[in-house]
């Protein structure tokens, strides 16, 4: 079934060409650079460059050349990820993993909208991290404000993005580089062991598995450039090379900035550290700069603000063109002049609304939304898994199709790519399921089932609209909203 069959009218919203390499590349970069990441990951110290490698090696290279040669091939369709497995697995395949990946989003819109609200905290006022009335409205101007720019298109959101991840990713990393350059250099003691190859092999063993899991999704939202295939001016050479600079960029940054902080914060500060401002404020004031501390939380606060942004409207997008093409009801089906799939953005707002009113005003709902969350690795495992393997079922069933960007190597080199990225997010999926606190057997027992029957639940969906769905879910084509 193709677009035009379903949607005749599509044609009369088609997306203005505004998205080049620069553009592109800083979507991935908001998507995937998270400075909060970096206090965590320098807790083990040279280890951490093992860790960063495997994530690299295992994840970051398998899916930004899957990502490349998947989105050349089929530059000409919206959707991200849901074109690219639909064309490998049908219309189930597609819109199970752009499902997954948006019900992921919900889970996790909290987490970083709660991360945005208590960063701005440091450069008004730290106390105010504790007051759930500051902490709410915050998080609801940062939600909806990244919602009105997606209203307004590409356009709009590509400059705020474009600006954005420089201003809130891209500085800020590159100031903590310099300082742990600085420190390093200036004589100062580095309260890590002196370096040797041995120092950056990971430990392996029961205790730190789960962890790999989250190292593997460090990486996750390599594919949200994908999400904009049809608003980008030459897709076929402007999007590898906008993988390729995303790609070093993230490496760059993420390993860097996590051995400056290393250099400078012992472990056990680390550890008790509650979040990224903390480690940030120690920092400054080991190198006698604390009046730093208040615009670096200013800039991290946009970051986070871009992150949501790029995670807000990618798989907003996708779910947009699976309810344009008829298999969600037409409440879904609504887009503006601008291109903007309006319908999906406001309940998904709604939603997030919802689920952050609970996050900040009933504590008692922590625990079983700290379940939820360990659901999201689960529902991005399932994403990822059938990205690689729609990129290898394609080299199959369609041999003969155009690929701009191709990975080298033949089938050999697309079983090695694809092979090794599904391999590392089935390992994840695995080591996702164990629990990271103190359990019994029966309690693990309990726990496991229970993660897997919610992430059922929320990736199932698919399967019902596709069950329940009528000819007449189409009429509404694209209609504004």
């Known amino acids: 079934m193709s677009e035009d069959s379903v949607a005749p009218k599509k044609s009369v919203l088609t997306p203005p060409k505004v998205l080049g390499i620069f553009a592109l590349a800083m979507i991935n970069v908001a998507a995937v650079l998270s400075i909060r990441n970096f206090p965590s990951m320098a807790m083990f110290g040279w280890q951490c460059i093992g860790w960063y490698i495997i994530g690299t090696v295992v994840f970051l290279i398998p899916l930004s050349l899957a990502g490349a040669e998947l989105a050349t091939m089929l530059s000409d369709k919206g959707g991200g990820v849901y074109a690219w497995c639909k064309e490998a697995f049908g219309e189930k395949g597609g819109f199970i993993a752009i ?80 300082l742990g350059i600085w420190w390093a250099t200036s004589g100062a003691a580095i309260v890590l062991p002196p370096f040797s190859l041995g120092q950056i092999v990971p430990v392996l ?133 601008y291109g903007s799939p309006v319908a999906v953005l406001f309940i998904q707002a709604l939603i997030g609304t919802f689920v952050s009113l ?42 003969a199709a155009p690929r701009p960007f191709k990975i080298p190597g033949g089938m050999p080199g697309i079983w090695l790519i694809g092979g090794m990225g599904a391999i590392g997010v089935i390992f994840a999926f695995i080591v996702g399921l164990m629990p990271t606190g103190a359990f019994t057997a029966k309690e693990t027992v309990f726990y496991v089932i229970g993660l897997l029957i919610g992430t059922f639940l929320l990736s199932v969906p698919p399967l019902i609209f596709l069950k329940l769905k009528k000819p007449s879910w189409i009429e509404t084509g694209n209609k504004e909203g």
Not at 139 to 167: C, D, P, R
Not at 382 to 395: D, E, P, W
């Open 99 to 178: 499902f997954c990946e948006w019900s992921n989003n919900l889970v996790w819109f909290p987490t970083v909208l709660a991360f945005i609200a208590s960063t701005l905290a440091f450069a008004l006022s730290p106390a105010l991290g504790s007051n759930s009335i500051y902490l709410f409205s915050v998080m609801m101007i940062a939600f909806w404000g990244t919602t009105a720019i997606a209203y307004f298109g590409e356009n709009v959101s590509s400059k705020f993005q474009n600006y954005g991840v420089i201003l809130g990713s891209i500085i800020p990393s590159v100031l903590i580089i310099g």
């Open 358 to 399: 609970l996050y900040v005003f009933l504590p008692s709902v922590n625990q079983a939304y700290w379940i939820l969350s360990a659901m999201t690795v689960e529902l991005l495992c399932i994403v990822y898994l059938l990205v690689f393997a729609s990129l290898i079922k394609l080299r199959y069933s369609r041999p």
């Open 205 to 337: 063993d029961i205790s730190t598995l789960p962890f790999f899991a989250t190292v593997i999704l460090l990486f996750a939202g390599m594919e949200m450039a994908g999400f904009h295939a049809l608003e980008t001016r030459n897709p076929s050479t402007d999007y590898p090379k906008a993988m390729a600079i995303s790609a070093v960029i993230i490496f760059a940054c993420t390993v860097l900035a996590t051995l400056a902080i290393a250099f400078v914060i012992p472990t056990n500060e680390l550890s008790l550290a509650a979040g990224v401002m903390q480690a940030i404020q120690y920092f400054f004031n080991a190198a006698h700069i604390p009046a730093a501390v208040a615009p670096m939380a200013v800039l991290i606060t946009i970051g986070g603000v871009v992150s949501l942004a790029a995670w807000l409207i990618g798989p907003a997008k996708g779910l947009g063109v699976v309810a344009a093409e008829g298999n969600l009801p037409p409440v879904f089906n609504r887009t503006n002049k």
